[in-house]
């Protein structure tokens, strides 16, 4: 048990930020907040600076596509204090029109591939990072293949047809 309650850490936030910082939820013990993009480097900031929370550990940075949703683009941090054994995960929305969101590399070194592997499989750019390019994919690559823009199957696949299954 952390000597911090996700309790405690939501009011401390909240006091900070206000309604800037809205909650989602708490899945399996993890508080899960949103933000806004103009927000998100202060909320980092202010979680790693902050002398009672120290959350000094950048666990990742990933991101989600929700293609139903008008907000497809959701860019998730998951940092985690050492000092308090606690955990935090912060989202942010963006449209799929604007993937722009500010570089945590100001903050955390270790954000620099994290940032780059999220662009390299979702396409989400990373405003003022040292070196944001493609890091698995290859270079000349025009998509994004975590994104749900393509079909799930290949409609020419001809050994999953009815007839093959007595249908």
């Known amino acids: 048990m952390g000597k911090i309650t ?5 009011k401390k936030i909240s006091d900070k930020f ?3 910082v809205t909650l989602v939820g708490e899945p399996f013990g993890l508080l899960t907040l949103e ?7 202060d909320v980092l900031t202010f979680l790693k600076t902050d002398p009672s929370l120290q959350f000094v550990f ?3 940075i990933t991101a989600i596509h929700y293609p139903e949703q008008e907000k497809q683009i ?3 941090y998951h940092l985690h204090s050492l000092v308090n054994n606690v955990r935090i995960r912060l989202k942010v929305f963006l449209t799929i029109d604007d993937v722009h969101i500010p570089t945590a590399t100001v903050l955390w070194e ?3 591939w994290m940032e780059r592997e999220t662009y390299d ?3 989400v750019i990373f405003d003022g990072h040292p070196d944001l390019r ?4 290859v270079d000349d690559m025009l998509v994004f293949p975590m994104r749900r823009e393509h079909p799930l199957e290949d409609p020419n696949r001809v050994d999953k047809k009815d007839y093959f299954f007595g249908r």
């Open 134 to 137: 493609r890091i698995l994919n």
């Open 6 to 10: 996700n309790e405690e850490l939501l």
């Open 121 to 123: 499989f979702f396409g």
């Open 74 to 76: 959701g860019v998730l």
């Open 35 to 41: 933000t806004g993009r103009e927000q998100i480097i």
């Open 18 to 20: 206000n309604d800037q």
């Open 58 to 60: 950048l666990t990742d």
């Open 110 to 112: 270790g954000a620099n």
